[in-house]
């Protein structure tokens, strides 16, 4: 069975920072593409980062330079080290596994950011 839990959102001023964790079960967390995407009200899911297999990151526009993205291959855990927290960040933000034939989605953590 295949397990996706995001943990670490929280209410945080504008400024602040915030690390967001994703534990994964049942899948070989070394061969998939790991990314974090979230979701504000009234608006599509968004990429915020993502980490290939091989350890390429990539990063929306919007987080670059702000959000890291990092893996702990031993512990099957993603992380996003979210840096100069802005209003607009606020969102649910969820983990994401993903690999030919397949995709897994965790249930979500909701970051507001108070301005």
């Known amino acids: 069975q295949v397990q996706l839990v995001e943990s670490g959102g929280d209410l945080v001023q504008s400024g602040g920072s915030l690390r967001l964790s994703c534990a994964t079960s049942?899948?070989?967390?070394?061969?998939?593409?790991m990314g974090w995407y979230r979701q504000a009200p009234g608006k599509q899911r968004e990429m915020v980062a993502a980490i290939a297999s091989t350890g390429s990151r990539n990063y929306a526009d919007s987080t670059k330079g702000r959000f890291t993205i990092s893996r702990d291959i031993a512990k099957n855990t993603v992380y996003l080290q979210m840096n100069s927290l802005e209003p607009e960040d606020t969102a649910v933000y969820y983990c994401?596994?993903?690999?030919?034939?397949?995709?897994?989605w965790g249930q979500g953590t909701q970051v507001t950011v108070s301005s």
């Open positions: 994401n596994a993903k690999r030919v034939m397949a995709d897994y």
């Open positions: 049942g899948i070989n967390f070394r061969i998939y593409t």
